[in-house]
């Protein structure tokens, strides 16, 4: 829990309490699982990576592209090409 706060406030300023308070909705919704050890708990994903997005990408072909996945690909195509932009790094 910890780390996850570490990793987090390194990038924006976060409560530690907001951070304790999502680990705990997204141990509830079934994405992580925690141990209890010595004087605090360890979290873990609760399923795979290769799982979760799998499950995305088809919950996203489903709700955007009415589960067509040729939409998808035609959309991913003709999107302009950039060296930059959200969520990539140079």
Known sequence: MREAYKDLSGSRKIAYTTVLTMMGILEQKGHLKKKARE??????????????VSGMVADLVERLFSGS??????????????????????
């Open 39 to 52: 004087r605090a708990y360890v979290y873990r994903p609760a399923r795979p990576r290769e799982r979760v």
């Open 69 to 90: 996945a040729k939409r998808l690909l035609v959309h991913a195509v003709d999107l302009p090409s950039t060296s930059s932009g959200p969520g990539r790094s140079r």
